[in-house]
């Protein structure tokens, strides 16, 4: 590829950050169904580039206009006279939206509850992170004895003024005398560790700087830290830190390339330390999702012993778990719905014992606790958590309490206890304590919210693609709820990375069924809810068929009269914003509202900007003569046309964002905006603190989550 054109010109944008009040009353407005009037949107300047991409089977490159280049550099003072203009637009709207307070206090009691974390045990300390209703962020605890007192070690809510900064447990040593936790700044990826002695209830002077980690072990021998680190641009590494040595002389335990392969940026090494302490493990995933897993092996009962394979070089994914000197491995060779092996170094994966065989649920997750294996499958994307010997005997089941998202059991190897978690869209999460010599459950914490499950229900129907797939979705509403097309109803998806959309409870979807509207969420492919033939069937050239089951869904529950187009409301965050893009682009006409949270819209360059690379194992990259027809064919930016009524959107994002950079965002605004002939609003939503991962307060989240609602509520009914 090559630039045509630069952008050198004169940028006039209407707003700076103290011109955006009045727009000038003579503007032509935009007036949606809501009753809301706005000016026209702050103008915003062109300035066009235009790349040539090489297109697999033709001779010619293909040029590809983009108007909102400049809006790629965050920090240059134009961009951030953009941003200034556009929030000042949004909370234009957000002052005339008259339920927004009432949402803001509805949400308010909905998030602000008791939170617990599952714990963590060594010997009779158990450690983990709660969150009181009156506070801002979880903090972590011990508690001595299963039913003892709690304490607060670390205190999330002094560390910032804003209370934007949060903690969370990273790693505890054998005898539960040292912590190492992670320190967030609002929703960025990124963690600065710390090390807390237990018994001083202080930190020690130990600090590894603010970068995305892949695993912190504490050493064996106390007198250390491994840790993985990704260099962007560049990869992982894996260094031991000397607890009490200045960090610049960590020493590099694992590097840039294994057996003449060169590690690169989309390699991402995972470590962890086997509960024995005698092994190293490095899980090496070739891309997000891996199309390969790499298992490597340091024997830390040896002085300077070298790195040896489990499995090296295999097209496949392998997940270990270990217990007596043997390692058990959750692995996808041979078995798209996943089988457990018993694995030993020296043997191919072909010689290894298949202790559970692959059976027609997918396996999802899978523990190893008191000498037995703990296999959660997706039973039609129901929960189902089965008990084996290590022999790969059944010897019982973990009931969970109904139809819904359970867990695995998360323990040790030799502990004779553990905890797992359930929830569903209308049941808040539990976590349970259980008993592994007796089989008995007892809930150890409950989330208590002000939202009475009994008053509604959760049904799962299949409806057909367009190519024939049999499609699963969880629909759900309050008792009784008419079926006449007149209700307003919420509809979320994702349909990517092999991560499956299972029936969680969210604080959002219970505020809209409490409402009076109705919820929905289809099993779109993509997912790894039917296993990896599931995953595959919507990458790279198939990834169409995510859009065209998401769209099958929404005209099942049109026909169905569960809601029609004009209360009809979108959402969806990351990959999930790359099919709300693809919404409005393709099918504009099936929907009223859409909000498209920190999206991936502009497919064509989404690989040049921070963590875009390592996904190229999932959607392939433009610069990829090969990859560009189909690419270029769905991507969201390059199909926005003139003329064209779009229905009402909000475009959230931030700078807080450090995985998906807010770029794509920012050029697809204006862009929509000025291509729009709808008369409906299109709003770009700018966070200065949120991101992709957890942190914010829990006061920003109120604000973000209540603005989103009443947005998509306002715009879904009549006027």
Not at 6 to 27: H, K, N, Q, R, V
Not at 270 to 276: C, K, N, R, S, Y
Not at 448 to 477: C, H, L, N, Q, W
Not at 581 to 596: K, Y
């Amino acid at each position: 590829m090559r630039l045509m054109s630069l952008f050198g010109f004169s940028l006039t944008l209407l707003a700076a950050a103290g011109a955006t009040a009045g727009y000038g009353e003579d503007i032509s407005v935009v007036s949606g169904k809501s009753g809301i009037v706005l000016p026209a949107p702050p103008p915003v300047k062109t300035a066009p580039v235009v790349d040539e991409y090489q297109s697999a089977g033709s001779a010619e490159p293909v040029k590809v206009t983009d108007n909102y280049r400049w809006l790629e550099d965050a920090q240059s003072p134009e961009t951030r006279a953009f941003i200034a203009a556009q929030d000042a637009y949004t909370q234009r709207y957000l002052d005339q939206v008259k339920i927004l307070p009432e949402v803001r206090e509805q949400i308010s009691n909905l998030l602000r509850v008791d939170v617990v974390g599952v714990p963590t045990r060594r010997g009779d300390k158990y450690f983990f992170t709660k969150r009181l209703a009156s506070e801002n962020q979880s903090s972590i605890y011990l508690r001595i004895g299963l039913n003892g007192a709690d304490e607060r070690l670390i205190d999330a809510n002094t560390l910032s003024a804003d209370q934007n900064t949060s903690v969370s447990m990273v790693d505890l040593n054998e005898d539960g005398s040292l912590i190492a936790y992670g320190v967030r700044v609002g929703g960025a990826d990124e963690l600065e560790i710390h090390f807390l002695d237990v018994l001083t209830r202080k930190d020690t002077a130990d600090v590894l700087p603010s970068a995305r980690y892949y695993g912190v072990q504490i050493a064996p021998d106390g007198k250390g830290a491994y840790y993985s680190k990704f260099f962007p641009h560049e990869g992982t590494r894996v260094f031991y830190h000397a607890f009490g040595a200045p960090v610049v002389t960590d020493a590099t335990v694992f590097g840039r390339e294994y057996r003449g392969e060169k590690l690169g940026e989309i390699d991402n090494v995972i470590i962890g330390i086997t509960d024995d302490g005698h092994y190293l493990i490095f899980s090496i995933g070739h891309g997000v999702p891996a199309k390969r897993q790499d298992i490597l092996l340091k024997d830390l009962r040896v002085a300077d012993a070298a790195i040896v394979p489990l499995v090296f070089g295999v097209e496949s994914r392998f997940d270990v778990s270990y217990f007596a000197d043997t390692f058990y491995v959750d692995t996808d060779y041979q078995a798209p719905n996943h089988r457990i092996v018993k694995a030993v170094p020296g043997k191919s994966p072909d010689q290894w014992q298949a202790i559970i065989p692959e059976g027609k649920d997918v396996i999802e997750q899978t523990s190893l606790v008191d000498g037995k294996l703990y296999v959660l499958r997706l039973k039609d994307v129901k929960s189902e958590l089965t008990v084996y010997s290590l022999g790969g005997r059944e010897t019982g089941k973990i009931d969970f309490p109904g139809v819904g998202a359970g867990s695995t059991l998360y323990g040790r190897e030799q502990q004779k206890d553990g905890f797992y978690t359930f929830q569903s869209i209308v049941t808040p999460p539990t976590i349970y304590h259980y008993d592994t010599e007796t089989g008995q459950s007892e809930v150890f914490a409950e989330t208590k919210v002000p939202f009475d499950p009994k008053a509604y229900e959760v049904k799962e129907v299949f409806y057909t693609s367009k190519d024939g797939t049999r499609v699963p979705m969880f629909i759900a509403g309050g008792k009784g709820l008419k079926r006449d097309g007149t209700e307003r109803l919420l509809m979320t998806g994702y349909g990517g990375f092999a991560l499956s959309m299972t029936p969680v409870w969210n604080p959002e979807y219970a505020w809209w069924l409490q409402q009076g509207g109705w919820f929905a969420m289809p099993n779109l492919r993509g997912g790894n809810e039917y296993g990896e033939a599931w995953h595959k069937a919507a990458m790279f050239d198939k990834k169409q068929n995510v859009f065209d089951d998401w769209f099958a869904a929404a005209e099942y529950l049109i026909h169905e009269k569960y809601t029609s187009p004009e209360h009809f409301a979108i959402r969806g965050r990351s990959n999930g914003g790359l099919l709300m893009g693809a919404s409005m682009t393709q099918r504009p006409d099936l929907f009223a509202a859409i909000w498209c949270g920190y999206p991936l819209l502009d497919m064509l360059r989404y690989q040049r900007f921070l963590m875009g690379r390592t996904w190229t194992t999932e959607y392939g990259s433009a610069e990829d003569p090969a990859d560009f027809p189909y690419i270029y064919k769905y991507s969201p930016y390059q199909h926005v046309v003139a003329g064209t009524k779009y229905p009402a959107i909000m475009f959230f994002t931030g700078d807080g964002d450090t995985r998906v950079d807010p770029m794509n965002a920012r050029k697809m605004t204006p862009l929509v905006q000025v291509s729009s002939s709808g008369g409906r609003p299109i709003l770009l939503h700018y966070s200065l603190k949120g991101g992709h991962s957890a942190g914010i307060s829990q006061t920003q989240l109120v604000v973000d989550y209540a603005d989103e609602m009443a947005f998509l509520w306002t715009e879904t009914g009549s006027k």
